[in-house]
C-alpha cells in the first residue's frame, strides 16, 4: 500500500518509532528553549539592577507592532496546527494552503520587526557601544536595548530556521512525501514553530509591556 | 503520524483564549497596578506559553515521558531566573 507506513528495522512498531520521534524532538526542543533561558536569566539579572531604565526603556518600544506581532506568531501558530489537523483527515488542499498562510505571517513577522529596527536606528538606538540615543542616555537603556536586539535578533534567526523547515514540508505535502498516515515530519516541524511561537510569548512582556 | 483526538474545535478555542489573553495583557499594561503590572502579564504569558504546549503542541494528550520533559525544563527556567533575582537581588 502506498501510504503504508516506513517502519525502520530497529523499531518493533509504527507507534515506537513515533514515540521516538516525537521525544527526540522535545529533547532538542528542551535544549533550544535552555539557550534563550540563560538569556533570560540575563534579562531578569539587568532588570533587577535597573528597574527604573528598563521600564522607561521598554516604553519606549512600539507596542502596537509588538503586539500586531504577537497576534500574527500567534494565527501563525494555529494556521500550522490546523495544517496538521487537516493532514490527518486527508484534506491536502487545506493542509498545503494552512502552511502557505503560516509562512506568509511568518514573513509578515519579519517584515514588521524590521520595520521596527528601522525607527530604532533612525533614532540612534543601536546595540552595545553604538548605542546613541540621547534622550535616554543611561546604563539600563544601553543594557535594555542590546538584550532587546540580541533576544529578537535570536528569536527572528528561529523564525528564518523555521520558515525554512514550513518551505520544505509545503514541498513534501505538495508531492505527497506526507500522507495521513505518515506525516511524521510536518508534526515536528509544526512542534519547531509552535516553540518560536512561545518564546514569542514571553518576549513580547519582556520588551514591550514592561512600560 | 496518528490522528491525534485534539484537534479542530480544541485549536479554535485555544487560539481564541490566545488572543484574548494578548488583549487582557494590552489592556492591563495601560493600568497602574506596581509590583502586580510585571506579574500579571508574566503569569499571563506563562498561561498562554501553557495553552500552546497542551493543546498545539498535544501534551495535553501526551506520555508521561514527554510531561518530564516539559516539567524538567520549566524547573530549569524557574532556577535560572529566581536564582539570578536572589543572586543580584540580595546584593
Known sequence: ?211 | MGTHPIGGKAYVRTFLALLVLTGVSVALSFVSLGWLGPVLAFGIAAAKGGLVLLFFMHIYESRFVLHLVVLTLALFIALICLGVVADVGMR
Request: charged fraction near 15%.
Open chain 1, 1 to 211: 500500500m502506498a501510504d503504508e507506513p516506513h517502519v525502520a528495522e530497529h523499531f518493533d512498531s509504527f507507534e515506537t518509532q513515533q514515540h521516538a520521534a516525537r521525544l527526540g524532538m522535545w529533547i532538542f526542543l528542551a535544549s533550544e528553549t535552555l539557550l534563550f533561558a540563560g538569556l533570560f536569566g540575563l534579562y531578569v539579572a539587568y532588570r533587577t539592577l535597573y528597574t527604573h531604565d528598563f521600564l522607561e526603556a521598554a516604553g519606549h518600544n512600539h507596542l502596537a507592532l509588538g503586539t500586531i506581532n504577537t497576534v500574527v506568531l500567534i494565527s501563525s501558530s494555529f494556521t500550522v496546527a490546523w495544517s496538521i489537523h487537516a493532514m490527518e483527515h486527508d484534506r491536502r488542499r487545506t493542509s498545503v494552503l494552512c502552511l502557505a498562510a503560516t509562512l506568509g505571517l511568518g514573513l509578515l513577522f519579519l517584515a514588521i520587526k524590521m520595520l521596527e529596527y528601522g525607527l530604532h536606528f533612525r533614532e540612534g538606538i543601536y546595540p552595545g557601544g553604538h548605542y546613541a540615543f540621547a534622550e535616554m542616555w543611561n546604563p539600563g537603556a544601553k543594557t535594555f536595548f542590546t538584550l532587546y536586539y540580541f533576544l529578537s535578533g535570536l528569536h527572528a534567526l528561529h523564525v528564518v530556521a523555521g520558515m525554512g523547515i514550513l518551505g520544505w514540508l509545503l514541498v513534501r505535502v505538495l508531492r505527497c512525501t506526507e500522507t495521513p498516515r505518515q506525516h511524521t515530519a510536518l508534526e515536528l516541524g509544526g512542534l519547531y514553530w509552535h516553540l518560536v511561537d512561545t518564546v514569542w510569548i514571553f518576549l513580547w512582556p519582556m520588551l514591550y509591556l514592561t512600560g
